[in-house]
């Protein structure tokens, strides 16, 4: 079983992780900010990748720094959990409609982060969350998993379908890109031999 267990604690938050690449989607989410526990639910079911986050944040200041570190500590996760990435697919896009709202995601698990982000939201705020944290969360986690990550929203009015298709457009592809190839899968998938 690809696993991994990750604490991060810094003086403005404590985060702890739990992740299993080959799980069945099951979730247990308590950050503190109900519409990220929201999306990063929707991750865990449509990836498959189990997913258990506890975060403690300075959210009375914010809710920037429990973001940001809520995806670095998942995405370090996700790096542990990958390992060599030998006889992963590597590669994966998906469009993701919901009602009105299309947004699509391509990624690579390369080893080289990198992150575009061509998504407008209309409005500051979804709940208590400010629109720019997704940002925020997408980068952290792209950057600390060591995935290439090029997300664009093609077009919707409302930004909870705008924000919500990014999530599962991300799980969608994670969950075909993870997945091992039977026919290389004692092969790392790269020309150079390792990633």
């Not at 403005?12 to 519409?35: A, P």
């Not at 506890?54 to 995806?71: N, Q, S, V, W």
């Not at 990958?82 to 390369?110: C, F, H, N, W």
Request: contains cysteine; glycine residues 8%.
């Amino acid at each position: 079983m690809r696993t991994a267990t990750l604490k991060r604690d810094t003086t403005e938050t404590q985060v702890s992780v739990e992740l299993n690449l080959d799980g069945t989607g099951t979730y247990d989410i308590k950050s503190g900010i109900g519409f990220l526990d929201h999306m990063l639910e929707q991750l865990s079911r449509h990836s498959l990748i189990d997913l258990k986050v506890r975060a403690k944040g300075d959210l009375h200041i914010d809710m920037h720094h429990t973001t940001e570190d809520i995806g670095i500590a998942i995405g370090q996760a996700f790096a542990k959990a990958i390992g060599d990435k030998k006889g992963i697919r590597r590669y994966a896009s998906q469009y993701l409609p919901m009602d009105e709202a299309l947004t699509r995601v391509a990624l690579d698990i390369s080893g080289r982060p990198y992150l575009i982000w061509d998504v407008v939201f209309s409005r500051p705020k979804l709940g208590d969350m400010d629109t720019e944290l997704f940002k925020e969360w997408f980068q952290a986690f792209a950057q600390n998993a060591g995935i290439t990550l090029h997300v664009a929203n093609l077009y919707g009015d409302n930004n909870h379908h705008i924000v919500e298709t990014c999530y599962k457009a991300l799980a969608r592809a994670l969950r075909e890109a993870i997945d091992i190839d039977p026919r290389r899968a004692d092969d790392v998938p790269s020309t150079k031999g390792a990633l």
